[in-house]
């Protein structure tokens, strides 16, 4: 039921293929990198979405879609309860997690990496 609501939510019903963000958007991850990444799975596999689970950047995301050319349509962008992110987790068949390479990341180890 959880899977369905979440789904639902997401505007992901009948879509093959999600590739998910989870967490929030920072400078310290590669937003670009990622939609570049989004526009290697839509080459392979065009009905793919790619679902951001975030609680803040809907704009940079939208602002990155357009400078990439990436089409908003197959963007899907929610912001849930802590309670429910096991649910949108579920949904996903891949997630991605760049972050840009620096001294002061040796050792980093973002949460979200552990709740995926």
Do not use: H, W
């Amino acid at each position: 039921a959880a899977r369905q609501a979440a789904l639902a939510k997401a505007g992901l019903e009948g879509v093959e293929f999600v590739l998910l963000y989870l967490g929030s958007l920072g400078a310290e991850y590669l937003l670009y990198e990622m939609i570049a990444l989004f526009r290697q799975v839509q080459a392979v596999r065009p009905n793919a979405r790619f679902l951001f689970v975030c609680n803040n950047g809907r704009e940079l995301v939208d602002e990155a879609c357009r400078r990439e050319g990436i089409d908003t349509e197959a963007i899907r962008f929610v912001t849930v309860d802590r309670d429910d992110v096991p649910a949108f987790i579920y949904l996903a068949n891949l997630s991605v997690i760049f972050i840009r390479s620096d001294i002061s990341k040796a050792g980093y180890s973002p949460t979200k990496l552990a709740e995926l």
